[in-house]
């Protein structure tokens, strides 16, 4: 689907009995016509299947050539900062992958754009002169071009290639509920058509392929989140909780940090592991393994029902913890008064 298409192509070779474009002559007149009619096949198929790559070739998007830029990123003069992420995560991930350098420049460093059946032309004198263009986030070029963000909800991405251009936009700052939209399209692209893969937090969890020449061509996608909110437990913070197991193993609330933040570090600028999956968006949701009950109910459970919480070291029983199978009926005795919708509940599990 993305990037260029080889077909090997060999020559028909004749089989051991000599039929396998040709048959035998026992009505010479009936079989030269068929053999005519065989080889004319043929040689359409072998012009086709040569033929096909070529015009893929032609319509390409080529962002890097030889490890040199063929392409330049255009932003507007003033854009998003979720397309300023983008462009930075972009140009590095480019340069990690072939070794270019891409350019960063505003739409109006351009000069004069023509714009003629989606190709795109800037003068002589303009701050990019020949190659291909990265349209990144909302932009006036963008839209000349016929791409805007109509039509998509909060988190929404367009990823679009034209004969000189590929467009990478989002909603970005016109859906608050979820403003990272041109860098959802970035890292989309990135996994979906250059094969980068962001498997853990840190610089061993990313998987980055290595090709001197990036060609794209063929794409068009249009996409909204179907979830306004999407989040799993991630705990990159310091809990007061972490703070006993932390001095028991003889670290501290500062070794922590350092620890997270040195093993999430990466070679290129890379938006933390839970926006690179896309994770975001809110809807101003509560949600976690127990909110939906609120703390003063566990409270009352811990008063009522001490048995049904687990017992610590030092004799006491922790409200965090649950256990039992009484202390399953009644929090499910509970939370079953609550399953029904509501306009005032902002609580799910």
Known sequence: ??????????????????????????????????LARKELA??????????????????????????????????????????????????????????????????????????ANGRITVPASSAWGNGDFVLLGQS??????????????????VIRTFPNALVLLGTDDATPSDPSGTLYAVTTF?????????????????????????????????FSPALGQRIIRWEDYYAPRHGPALERLGFTEEDFARARSDGSKTRATTPNWMKWHRMGGTLNVRMGDGTILPRET????????????????????????????????GYANRTGNLSKPSRERRSRN
């Open 1 to 34: 689907m993305f990037g260029e298409i080889e077909f090997p192509v060999s020559a028909p070779t004749r089989g051991d009995r000599g039929d396998s474009l040709e048959v035998e002559e026992t009505t010479a007149l009936g079989a030269g016509k068929l």
């Open 42 to 115: 043929a040689l359409a198929l072998l012009s086709l299947l040569f033929a096909w790559p070529l015009a893929g070739r032609a319509s390409a998007v080529t962002i890097a050539r030889e490890g040199q830029p063929a392409a330049v990123i255009v932003m507007a003069d003033k854009p998003s900062p979720a397309a300023r992420e983008a462009a930075s995560v972009l140009a590095d991930h480019v340069f990690q992958i072939s070794g270019a350098r891409l350019e960063v420049l505003g739409e109006g460093k351009l000069g004069k754009v023509e714009i």
């Open 140 to 157: 006036d070029l963008a839209r000349r071009i016929g791409v805007s963000i109509e039509g998509l909800g909060p988190g929404g991405i």
């Open 190 to 222: 990135l996994e979906d058509a250059l094969g980068v893969r962001y498997l853990w937090p840190g610089e061993s969890g990313k998987v980055v392929p290595r090709m001197q020449t990036i060609a794209v061509s063929g794409l068009d996608i249009g």
């Open 298 to 329: 566990w409270l009352k459970f811990l008063e009522e029902h001490p048995e049904w919480f687990a017992m610590q070291l030092d004799g006491s029983r922790d409200q965090g913890l649950r256990s039992g199978p009484a202390g399953v009926r």
